[in-house]
């Protein structure tokens, strides 16, 4: 309440503040009594806190500290006389000038103060009102409440706005600007070299391992990962540049005004420095790495959408150059990022057009000499590169998301060829099939198999899973439920690649799992290097004392086969017996079995 008169301000406290209503309690129980009816329900008038100044100018300074307290006034009452300071008029332009949200209601006994002269001088504004003096209490009361809600219904819709605003413009997850700063950003960043002369970098990164840890150990600790990244890069980079999630785990650095290209190269080293270190996620120690691609305006292209190619081009050069590095844009990259944009393309078709196609590499008892099962193996019979290798095409199936996608059809393909064979009387044998850590967390990873086994009308015990010791440690407890579940359906377990991960001794027997398979790397030599031999043998006999069976893979000569005979290897395969075939190729070999092919 701004006025000279002090008594004006007892008013407003007695009519905005009191609460004690004991004389007008006192009369309905009189009336109550008197009518023989009940005493009504008084409704409880809003309480206010109210402040007073004399003149503008404290006025003025009340509101500034509020402001300053983060304490704003909704209301504030102003007499259009007080001499012989501010009139009503200057303290209203005054106070406006530092919060302009603050609803006015002028208080005047004199006819110059009307409406037509305050919308003169303000214009028509919804947060001013007139009071003539004298007034009621009741249009005090009606004025302070209908304002006051306005006031926070205006200020909550700010704030809500200014929090969309906000989550149009960051990412949710780390806080860091997203896409339509990093638009905004760019156009800025451009205009400004434009006229200066300058040149700046833009940096693409994209974390090494990433999609490993968030299949292998949930989103969860992607998340937890994701944050502590975006923390380091936030200490390296500086104040005048800008630092976006792009999406996914691709992050983008503009790094304005460079005088020279080295300071673009001496970022992005201290990015890979800054997540060489190991990060904890979910009580794990986890080390990942960081490729970084770096493309210069106007030099490596002269837009954004170019310059953004360019460094997302250098940026999977990084990745083929050893993953942890960085590299700059050159020319010869451009045909690269085409050919990836290419790949995706034709990728979304094989599945279409059934381009994909499964190859089986038998695995053969040790002692009998026979086919006993097999492992199916796909491959991609490309229209003009030919028949492409898995590792051609899967790492890029798993950045682009299609990796799950394709691992169902082929637990489609294996069941539906593992039905075929036996139509055609040939000996039932079990089909591997290998999962990734992602696939193999799914949650309808269950329904899948039981929906597929009952489309083809096939037994589960047709089906073998290989999973890697990665995929299965990295959530041992979850792990052990989902091998339990498999093992019940009828589904066998083996771990693949074994030797190269970090398994658990205790949880390795706990696992429901049937088969380890010795990975390649301790085969190729194993005749020839002792330490190989030790490591073989020492598998061989852990893997017999819990009761499991042993693949030995990667053999290739007939000295190898000798010497797993000789430890009690169960199976083995590799290209000594058979490559991998075509499903016909597969079916002669599995009809009067011989020995290996020539």
Not at 56 to 75: I, Q, W
Not at 150 to 160: F, M, P, T
Not at 552 to 570: K, N, P
Request: with cysteine; net charge negative; aromatic share 8%.
């Amino acid at each position: 309440m701004v006025d000279d008169n002090a008594d004006i301000h007892t008013d407003f406290a007695r009519i905005l503040m009191e609460i004690d209503d004991q004389a007008g309690q006192d009369v309905d129980a009189a009336e109550a009594a008197l009518l023989g009816t009940g005493v009504p329900v008084r409704v409880q008038a809003p309480l206010f806190e109210v402040d007073c100044a004399l003149q503008g100018r404290d006025a003025l300074a009340l509101v500034s500290t509020a402001l300053t307290e983060s304490r704003p006034y909704s209301v504030a009452f102003i007499d259009m006389r007080m001499p012989p300071g501010w009139d009503g008029v200057k303290t209203m332009q005054e106070i406006w000038a530092i919060d302009p949200a603050l609803q006015i209601v002028v208080c005047s006994a004199y006819s110059e103060y009307d409406w037509e002269t305050l919308v003169s001088l303000f214009g028509y504004l919804d947060k001013l009102l007139i009071l003539r003096k004298p007034f009621e209490a009741s249009e005090v009361l009606q004025c302070t409440t209908a304002l006051s809600r306005k006031w926070h219904n205006e200020r909550a819709l700010y704030h809500n706005e200014r929090a969309l605003r906000h989550l149009a413009t960051h990412d949710v997850l780390t806080g860091l600007p997203n896409r339509a700063i990093l638009e905004d950003r760019l156009s800025v960043v451009q205009a400004q070299s434009d006229r200066a002369g300058d040149e700046f970098a833009l940096l693409i990164l994209d974390l090494d391992r990433f999609k490993l840890v968030n299949d292998s150990m949930g989103h969860r600790a992607g998340d937890e990962l994701l944050r502590e990244v975006s923390r380091r890069l936030n200490e390296v980079v500086r104040a005048s540049d800008t630092l976006v999630r792009l999406g996914g785990d691709e992050f983008v650095i503009i790094i304005s005004t460079i005088r020279s290209r080295e300071l673009a190269e001496d970022i992005a080293k201290r990015v890979i420095a800054a997540l060489l270190e190991p990060i904890h996620v979910l009580g794990v120690e986890v080390r990942t790495s960081g490729s970084v691609g770096i493309a210069i305006y106007p030099g490596d292209g002269k837009t954004a959408e170019i310059l953004m190619a360019h460094a997302d081009a250098a940026m999977y050069a990084a990745k083929q150059a050893g993953r942890g590095v960085y590299r700059r844009f050159d020319a010869s990259m451009g045909s690269s990022a085409q050919d990836r944009v290419n790949l995706e393309r034709e990728l979304h078709s094989a599945l279409t057009n059934r381009q994909l196609e499964l190859h089986y590499q038998p695995k053969i008892g040790a002692v009998s000499g026979r086919i006993e099962s097999a492992e199916a193996l796909i491959r991609w019979r490309h229209p003009e590169r030919g028949l492409l290798a898995p590792d051609a095409f899967i790492p890029f199936a798993e950045e682009c998301g299609l990796l799950n996608p394709i691992s169902n059809w082929v637990i489609r393909e294996a069941c539906r060829q593992a039905r075929e064979w036996h139509r055609q009387g040939l000996p039932q044998i079990r089909v591997a099939i290998n999962l990734s850590a992602g696939q193999f967390r799914m949650e309808s990873l269950l329904q899948t198999f039981q929906a597929t086994f009952a489309e083809f009308e096939v037994e589960p015990s047709v089906l073998e899973v290989e999973l890697t010791e990665t995929a299965v440690m990295s959530d041992a407890e979850e792990s052990v439920h989902i091998l339990q579940n498999l093992t019940e359906m009828g589904v066998s377990v083996s771990i693949d690649d074994f030797g190269t991960g970090y398994s658990s001794m205790s949880y390795l027997r706990r696992f429901p799992i049937d088969t380890l398979k010795i990975d390649r790397t301790f085969i190729s030599e194993v005749t020839t290097r002792p330490e190989d031999a030790s490591i073989v043998r020492a598998i061989i006999s852990l893997s017999h004392s819990l009761n499991l069976k042993v693949v030995a893979e990667g053999v290739e000569r007939e000295d190898q086969v000798s010497f797993l005979q000789a430890l009690g290897c169960d199976q083995y395969q590799g290209y000594y017996f058979s490559p991998p075939l075509e499903p016909a190729e597969f079916a002669k070999l599995l009809g009067p079995q011989s020995g290996p092919r020539q």
